[in-house]
């Protein structure tokens, strides 16, 4: 993470943040019999307990990792600015491209506009959930939505 900081590597520091909202470790809880009711997650929570009659473990997803969690990347001027243009580039580069927008008849022309909309709609979404994840603010997020959108 302190790599990806030094050199503004938003891809890197993006990956390593989904990484670790998906992997977790296993650990076994030692007194069995000391079981505490369980604890649903989303992955983003930091644990999981599940509960047998044999054993008792609990998952800790890597999220929950201060170093991850806190890290000052992710209050890095244009980080997040970044992390969007980023994002949205990937996705319009996987949209096929049927032929120029000045060609499109306009049922075509509308599904295309619409189709950008949805996209950049859940990317807005996706990223004001992640700065919130990672200790934004509210006002924070409002901030960065209104510089790159129309909402004010």
Sequence with gaps: ?????????????????????????????????????????????GEERSLSSSSSSSKRYLHSDVSIQHHSIWKLPGFWENALKED???????????SPWDELNPDLLREAVISIHTMLFGQLGSISMTMLEQGLTKTEVWILLSSVSLFE
């Design 1 to 45: 993470m302190d790599l990806s900081e030094d050199i503004s590597d938003v891809r890197s520091a993006m990956r390593v943040k989904n990484m670790a909202n998906t992997f977790h470790i296993i650990e076994e809880n030692p007194n069995p019999n000391n079981r505490k009711s369980p604890v649903k997650s989303n992955g983003r929570e």
């Design 88 to 98: 949205i580039f990937k996705q319009l580069s996987h949209q096929s491209s049927i």
